[in-house]
């Protein structure tokens, strides 16, 4: 070891020591040695005065000096046991206010009643209660087999005093999937870089930081209780009276920039005093310590902060906390250096990090809204009183924390990270439900069954799943399967799916009920304050519908999806979101379609009213599917069409000759040769929809016919947010790409808005999105018998407003050969209301609690999928190559111009034989 600071002192003092220069010279060699040593410069020890009166109590101490400076080695010192002061309470601070004192006085005391609990804790020798199941919670039933209680007692879960067993520090330390789980871990316990750690609620983020805290020194300190009893209670107070009662601060606007400053002031003192308690009890938890650099020593630590309301002593951390709270701020500043520089001598780290976790910062976050001005929350007060203490890091979890007072240039930099992983696997499930089942459960038919429907329905969020293990415990196991039905129906609002509900009742005790009971289900209501988010979920809604995927990825406000509780951040930086579990979409159910009724849920008119621009999760565009699907059915009375496509669509001016047939939603695939083309009629009943079929894919792959989808939801690689084909009267097909527009009185959407976005249809343009893609406009050509007089490739452009309606007449035709139209939407609304909220309930349900089978099924006549086609010969098939062949029209043929006329507004025809105001004429078959 080699300490230059001191090795230039004994140079200097080599000429001319003498007993006159030895305290001097004593003293700057001490500053050197409690520097090396991160001990305190109390002057009561370095200084000149102190080092003179030193050596003269122990002369011995002159006779080492002079050594070391003959020698120019200053080893005698450094070993010499009276100079390293380790058993002293050394400090820089001194009292400033007889509050000061009084503290000084109480704080020995107050340790000392304290000193033998401590070190009892630090030395491991309290046991710690296990949670067990109370008297009331065991069910009357014979069920309640000794058995179940032995295991219970065998796991060893820690009791914090709540009513339901703590899962989230259930064996922390003892990582499942460790590879996983130390990868996350150090993404978000970084030394010396501060984090904010982001995810939706019950995604797993307190289990997360207690692990990384029983691996590493720090503090817990949760900004909100909750049910689980975790930790302190010193800033949930602080964060409500405990800042409000203070006699500068003020709480209710107006405030001007000296009540800004008086309330940042206020806020960073108060919130600092949390931390010093903190640091007094580690000083105090390191002494009783016989090996400090155990992770053993850091777990017994965090126990000993998280179980502080289970204590005999009661939450000693808050005790303190009201103790310190009243000594002055220059006093606890430098106390607090004191102390971190004692703790890192007896850590023997110099460069010790002490990491900070702030849990459920949210609360801290929306605390005092606009009292520390603008660009400053509570938390950020917080952050910035603990920013400027040397060796802290901070880790602030919540749902959601404003990022804009955390990305100021003026302030310390910080990192988000997203990544609490999620049950997305039924591997990583089971993993996890097996360690709370009995062998003679877990290994039945009776819990295989148990793990199959936990997965189908509690996927996710680790919230679900763990709340549910939770009843099972309370309930000692009883009767699991119906158990898990009550919970079902509790958490998803639907009713049990295994049995009725008069089996349920039957069979499961009120106390199991009571147990499902204590845990609070997503319920979405609050969502009508969100129009933006609402719509998201509208959307999600209408994907899992139409697609049959049980999951929606969201690429577009995600942080504003995770912290609505809707959707789980599944990447490490909040990039992508998840919506994915049964107990968030179904209880979705209610306030999406039953609420508003099933037309407004298809056509959100009154939440569209609200937005102030465009959303970016359309669901309009979703609505039109199973509504135009509806319009292009035939009617049972008649088994015809019930409308023209002139009905369907609105055409300026005068609607073309070939739009004033019928016409049906078709499928384009290939044969089996795969060269020539077949459409088949997709007329299907939403009613009978069947858990394999798909109405609508993502995929661009569609456009190669490859799908056997009848609808694209194109909006990720083209202009259009949805493509289809119709097939006329005489057989004849064209696509109809679609698109929306918000218009309402906060958007002033205008006719020249809508003309560049039918500029942006024509297929020259529709696929040019600022991304590289398969898709092209050439592969248009491939449709069988195209109209010709819709273009080359022939392509009706349609664009909708919403919930304001456009007047196609109002926009001006470009040069474009391909036609354009708008939806007649008060038409699709009718269709609307023949659907059925049991069916789309029921839809819903199966795609997100049903597996699909491992081939999709292909629609048919009998099961809601479109007619049957009888089996073709090859001389059918020669035959069709060639009529498609013959239809396909020459390029660059120039298309007849459509005259104008004043409105196309028309009342929806509820029937075939509803007039059409504008002159057509027939063409010859």
């Given at each position: ?99 000061d004192t009084s503290f000084e006085q109480e704080l020995p005391v107050f340790l000392k009643a304290h000193q033998k609990f401590i070190s009892a804790f630090a030395r491991s020798t309290v046991p710690l209660d296990s949670w067990t199941p109370s008297s009331v919670d065991m069910s009357a039933t014979a069920t309640s087999a000794s058995g179940a209680d032995s295991f219970i007692s065998y796991l060893k879960i820690p009791d914090t005093s709540a009513d339901s067993p703590c899962l989230a520090l259930h064996d ?754």
């Amino acid at each position: 070891m080699s300490i230059p600071d001191v090795e230039r002192i004994l140079l200097g003092a080599s000429n001319d020591f003498s007993p006159e220069i030895a305290p001097s010279t004593l003293s700057a060699i001490l500053h050197a040695f409690f520097r090396r040593r991160s001990q305190p410069l109390d002057p009561d020890y370095v200084s000149e005065s102190a080092c003179a009166n030193l050596l003269t109590t122990r002369p011995e101490l002159y006779t080492l000096l002079e050594r070391a400076v003959k020698e120019q080695d200053y080893a005698c010192l450094w070993d010499c046991e009276i100079l390293s002061f380790r058993d002293v309470d050394l400090r820089t601070r001194r009292p400033y206010h007889p509050t000061d004192t009084s503290f000084e006085q109480e704080l020995p005391v107050f340790l000392k009643a304290h000193q033998k609990f401590i070190s009892a804790f630090a030395r491991s020798t309290v046991p710690l209660d296990s949670w067990t199941p109370s008297s009331v919670d065991m069910s009357a039933t014979a069920t309640s087999a000794s058995g179940a209680d032995s295991f219970i007692s065998y796991l060893k879960i820690p009791d914090t005093s709540a009513d339901s067993p703590c899962l989230a520090l259930h064996d922390v330390g003892a990582l499942i999937n460790a590879d996983i789980l130390h990868q996350r871990l150090q993404n978000i316990f970084v030394p010396r870089s501060h984090t904010i750690f982001l995810n939706t609620s019950g995604s797993g983020k307190t289990r997360l930081v207690l692990e990384g805290l029983s691996q590493h020194w720090g503090f817990y300190i949760p900004c909100a209780s909750d049910n689980s009893c975790l930790g302190s209670l010193d800033m949930d107070h602080c964060l409500g009276s405990g800042i409000s009662n203070k006699r500068k601060f003020r709480q209710n606007a107006p405030w001007d920039e000296d009540s800004v400053q008086h309330n940042s002031w206020v806020a960073q003192n108060t919130f600092s005093r949390i931390l010093l308690s903190r640091l007094i009890l580690l000083k105090a938890f390191l002494d009783e310590l016989e090996d400090k650099l155990t992770l053993d020593a850091r777990h017994q630590w965090l126990l000993f902060q998280v179980l502080t309301m289970k204590l005999e002593h009661g939450d000693i951390f808050h005790n303190l906390t009201r103790k310190v709270d009243r000594v002055t701020q220059m006093y606890a500043d430098e106390m607090f250096t004191d102390l971190l520089l004692d703790i890192k001598a007896r850590y023997g780290d110099a460069n010790m990090n002490i990491f900070c976790v702030l849990d459920e910062a949210q609360r801290a976050n929306d605390a005092f809204r606009g009292a520390f001005g603008k660009q400053s929350t509570a938390l950020r007060e917080i952050a910035s009183a603990y920013e400027k203490y040397d060796g802290i890091t901070l880790i602030l979890t919540g749902t959601h924390i404003d990022l804009g007072p955390f990305r100021r240039a003026d302030f310390p930099e910080y990192r988000v990270c997203t990544d609490t992983g999620l049950f997305d696997t039924p591997q990583s499930q089971r993993q996890y439900v097996l360690r709370y089942l009995p062998t003679s459960l877990a290994d039945s038919p009776t819990g295989q069954t148990l793990i199959s429907r936990m997965w189908w329905w509690l996927r996710g969020r680790y919230r679900f799943t763990a709340s549910f293990i939770s009843c099972l415990l309370i309930t000692q196991y009883e009767k699991p399967l119906h158990l898990l039905d009550a919970y079902i129906s509790w958490f998803t609002g639907v009713d049990p799916p295994h049995m009725s509900k008069a089996v349920l009742q039957e069979q499961l005790s009120r106390s199991a009920f009571e147990a499902v009971h204590r845990f609070s289900p997503f319920r979405g209501s609050f969502l009508s304050d969100e129009p933006q988010i609402l719509f998201a979920m509208h959307s999600a809604m209408f994907k899992i519908m139409l697609s049959g995927e049980n999951h929606v990825r969201f690429k577009e406000q995600c942080f504003r999806l995770a912290a609505q509780g809707v959707a789980v951040l599944t990447d490490h930086k909040g990039e992508e979101a998840l919506v994915l579990e049964p107990c968030i979409v179904l209880p979705l159910i209610d306030p999406i379609f039953r609420q508003p009724g099933v037309a407004s849920a298809f056509f959100p008119d009154a939440l569209a009213s609200q937005l102030h621009k465009a959303p970016p999760h359309h669901t309009y565009p979703l609505a039109f599917v199973p509504t135009l699907v509806q319009a292009l059915m035939k009617t049972k009375k008649t088994d015809k069409i019930a409308h023209r496509l002139c009905d369907l669509f609105l055409f300026p001016g005068i609607a073309p000759d070939w739009a004033t047939q019928s016409a049906q939603l078709v499928r384009i695939t290939r044969t089996a040769e795969k060269r020539a083309l077949r459409a088949t009629v997709f007329q299907p009943s939403f009613s009978k929809i069947a858990r394999e079929h798909v109405w609508a894919t993502e995929s661009p792959e569609w456009l190669q016919h490859e799908t056997n989808v009848p609808f694209c939801i194109a909006s990720q690689f083209s202009q259009a947010d949805l493509i289809f084909v119709l097939r006329l009267e005489d057989n004849r097909c064209l696509q109809v790409a679609l698109s929306t527009l918000l218009k309402n009185e906060h958007v002033k959407t205008s006719p020249s808005d809508i003309q560049v976005k039918l500029l942006q249809l024509a297929p020259k343009n529709l696929f040019k999105v600022g991304q590289p893609t398969t898709a092209s406009g050439a592969h248009f050509d491939d449709i069988p018998r195209e109209v010709a007089e819709a273009g080359n490739p022939p392509l009706l452009r349609v664009v909708s407003t919403f919930p304001y309606e456009v007047d196609i007449n109002e926009v001006e035709r470009d040069k474009v050969p391909q036609p354009i139209a708008t939806l007649n939407t008060p038409l699709l609304r009718e269709c609307a209301n023949s659907f059925n909220i049991t069916d789309i309930v029921k839809r819903i349900v199966s795609v997100m609690t049903t597996p699909r089978s491992g081939k999709r099924k292909r629609p048919s006549v009998g099961d809601g999928g479109g007619e049957p086609e009888r089996p073709k010969t090859r001389s059918m098939t020669k035959k069709e190559e060639e009529a498609n062949k013959a239809a396909r029209p020459r390029r660059g043929v120039p298309k007849e111009e459509v005259p104008l006329r004043k409105s196309t507004r028309r009342v929806p025809a509820s029937s075939s034989t509803a007039k059409v105001p504008t002159p057509v004429r027939r063409r010859k078959r």
